[in-house]
């Protein structure tokens, strides 16, 4: 029997990272690599679809996307040295570990980028993002961007609402987002060794 390919994998890998200073663009594995699934993203509430970013102006999928879950603004950014005004202070600014109050909704349709997510142990996972991956990561949590050796992504951004992109550089534990992200998804670990103590 073959085993069930999540085609989301062509456009979405993760792993854990090492701790190595060398440039922030280089994959930085650990050794032995240790990948994370796209369902264990889920569980620290990081969502994640593949879409045709060929025809993201017609595509049906991305407007079901977007009716459900209320995403009326959309824009674009591409982070590049050519495209992106004040680039250096910029990417210097995404790689600060910070969370937002509201979700950051990203579509790639052109390019590639890291998003390195904390899990509920405050390890770093660096999620790649490719054309025609689209991941939402939860507010509340603590994550960064780079480019990655390439130097280049366009991406769509959308919000629900007005957008507000205010970053809150780590640490910001007090926020009530950040209290709210630990309820639904950074305290499960915890509960399940209180169960397993119990048993």
């Not at 990272?17 to 240790?34: C, F, G």
């Not at 507010?139 to 992504?153: C, E, K, Q, V």
Request: proline share 5%; glycine share 6%; hydrophobic share 35%.
């Amino acid at each position: 029997m073959g085993s069930f390919k999540d085609d989301r994998e062509e456009v979405l890998q993760a792993w854990y990272m090492d701790d190595s200073d060398e440039d922030q663009r280089l994959p930085h594995h650990r050794d032995p690599k240790e990948f994370v699934s796209l369902d264990q993203l889920a569980k620290l509430g990081v969502l994640s679809w593949r879409l045709d970013a060929d025809n993201y102006e017609t595509d049906e999928e991305l407007k079901k996307i977007r009716e459900a879950r209320g995403y009326s603004y959309m824009d674009f950014c591409e982070v590049c040295p050519e495209k992106l005004p004040n680039y250096e202070e910029k990417i210097k600014n995404f790689f600060e570990e910070h969370l937002h109050t509201d979700e950051e909704i990203r579509y790639c349709v052109a390019g590639s980028g890291y998003f390195d997510v904390r899990d509920q142990n405050d390890s770093w996972i660096r999620v790649w993002l490719k054309k025609g991956g689209m991941i939402v990561l939860p507010a509340g949590i603590y994550h960064r961007f780079t480019l990655d050796s390439n130097n280049y992504i366009k991406a769509m951004r959308l919000f629900v609402g007005d957008p507000v992109w205010t970053p809150f550089n780590r640490p910001h534990d007090n926020l009530p987002a950040r209290q709210e992200y630990l309820e639904a998804f950074g305290q499960k670990e915890a509960a399940n060794h209180v169960v397993d103590a119990a048993a």
